[in-house]
């Protein structure tokens, strides 16, 4: 039996977006976190540019700029940079997509509170779920392993949290129609704009070159900001978008399970517990959207 591209696309993407996690923790011993960021989205800018021209994709209207400048700002700039900047800081890389993996929960709740859309009993079952995983993850390193823990690392991991969700909501409701090769275009503008402030306020763009930091460096490039963007493309094209949002939880243990196997990120028993209700939570949260 033949298996579909169409089919694959959506565990692919969620495995591609994953390794973000891992590339991270590969990079950042050798280069600050904003400048690695700087870097990052400077080149995909100049690619998102030649996609578009060769692609001939539409430009935005005036319009819809600043929109997908600020989405930008928020979805890589506001996300990413506090990501990268956790994991500099020490925090466990499993641990950051656990807590940033809380997204669809928060987006789902922000749109009971703002947008007055309803919560079933299984979504608030989920957010609570969601809630006691990450709860159970944070209060067991920090029982057990209190030195590698930085409480400011963890602020981090929320303020990315909170961008990420923030920048969902705008996209979902000013701008689904958006063409996606130059809102990207634009997006990536946002984001280079906000961390080449933080990089050159807070950082003195040092870096250690080495093998690890390029092929850190060409993967998160190629392999997330190309590769899984123009996957996300194809599966518009086919129809399958909601499969990336059923199947988006599982981004948290992939990646935990890539830390634990590369870098011996171990969870115990109760942080592993918590993983499974966050992974849960977060599928009740988003499963009547999926059907």
């Not at 977006?17 to 891992?22: D, L, Q, R």
């Not at 989920?126 to 709860?135: D, E, K, M, N, V």
Request: charge should be positive; proline fraction near 3%; aromatic fraction near 14%.
């Amino acid at each position: 039996m033949s298996v579909k591209l169409t089919q694959v696309a959506p565990f692919l993407f969620v495995w591609l977006w994953s390794t973000g996690f891992v590339g991270a923790k590969y990079g950042l011993p050798y280069i600050e976190p904003f400048f690695m960021l700087l870097v990052r989205f400077a080149i995909v800018v100049v690619i998102f540019y030649l996609l578009v021209q060769v692609f001939r994709a539409k430009w935005l209207d005036k319009q819809y700029i600043a929109q997908q400048l600020l989405v930008g700002t928020l979805i890589h700039g506001g996300y990413l940079g506090g990501v990268f900047f956790a994991i500099k800081q020490g925090v466990p890389a499993g641990l950051a997509a656990i807590i940033v993996g809380l997204q669809p929960i928060i987006t789902t709740l922000a749109c009971w509170l703002f947008l007055q859309q309803k919560i079933n009993r299984s979504q608030l079952a989920g957010l609570s779920l969601g809630f006691i995983g990450i709860s159970l993850v944070i209060v067991e390193k920090n029982a057990f392993d209190t030195s590698s823990l930085s409480a400011l690392g963890i602020i981090a991991c929320i303020i990315a949290l909170i961008c990420i969700s923030a920048g969902t909501l705008l996209q979902k409701q000013y701008s689904e129609k958006v063409p996606l090769l130059s809102g990207s275009f634009y997006q990536y503008i946002g984001a280079t704009l906000v961390v080449a402030v933080l990089s050159f306020s807070m950082e003195t763009q040092s870096v250690i070159y080495s093998l690890e930091l390029l092929a850190a460096m060409s993967w998160l490039i190629f392999g997330l900001s190309i590769l899984a963007i123009l996957l996300l493309l194809y599966m518009i094209r086919e129809g399958e978008v909601a499969k990336v949002t059923s199947y988006f939880y599982l981004v948290p243990p992939a990646a935990v399970i890539q830390t634990w196997w590369l870098f011996d990120e171990s969870l115990g028993p109760l942080a592993l517990t918590g993983c499974i209700c966050t992974v849960l939570g977060v599928y009740l949260v988003v499963k009547k959207a999926a059907v």
